[in-house]
Nanobody
Framework: QVQLVESGGGLVQAGGSLRLSCAAS????????MAWFRQAPGKEREFVAA????????SYTDSGRGRFIISRDNAKNTVYLQMNSLKPEDTAVYYC?????????????????????WGQGTQVTVSS
């Protein structure tokens, strides 16, 4: 079972940037696509970005495209989310997740049920 630990959240002013990290334990990290989701109070968990197992394919939600960049370092078993030009509506708990099927990449067509490992989440708060 892979364990995921997020870090890098915090409080930032609108227009600022944050870089989230997700460190994975266990073997075979490089066989699985990874994704970031977020959940704001009173809302459902929503897809933010995904990256294929090689790191060459990425996808984003419409609200994040052009502002967020997902990347991974398979040598470090880590996936990142660089968030720029942050807006108050980006405020949420951000979670990283591991696809439950190896060597599969679904682009932006991911749902929470596609993932079998989740981190504990990291809070991102953007003030106006």
């Amino acid at each position: 079972q892979v364990q995921l630990v997020e870090s890098g959240g915090g409080l930032v002013q609108a227009g600022g940037s944050l870089r989230l990290s997700c460190a994975a334990s266990g073997r075979a990290f490089n066989r699985y696509a990874m994704a970031w989701f977020r959940q704001a109070p009173g809302k459902e968990r929503e897809f933010v970005a995904a990256i294929g197992w090689l790191g060459t394919s990425t996808s984003y939600t419409d609200s994040g495209r052009g502002r967020f960049i997902i990347s991974r370092d398979n040598a470090k078993n880590t996936v990142y989310l660089q968030m720029n030009s942050l807006k108050p509506e980006d405020t949420a708990v951000y979670y990283c997740a591991k696809d439950h099927t190896q060597y599969r990449y679904r682009g932006s067509r991911y749902f929470p049920a596609d993932f079998d490992s989740w981190g504990q989440g990291t809070q991102v708060t953007v003030s106006s």
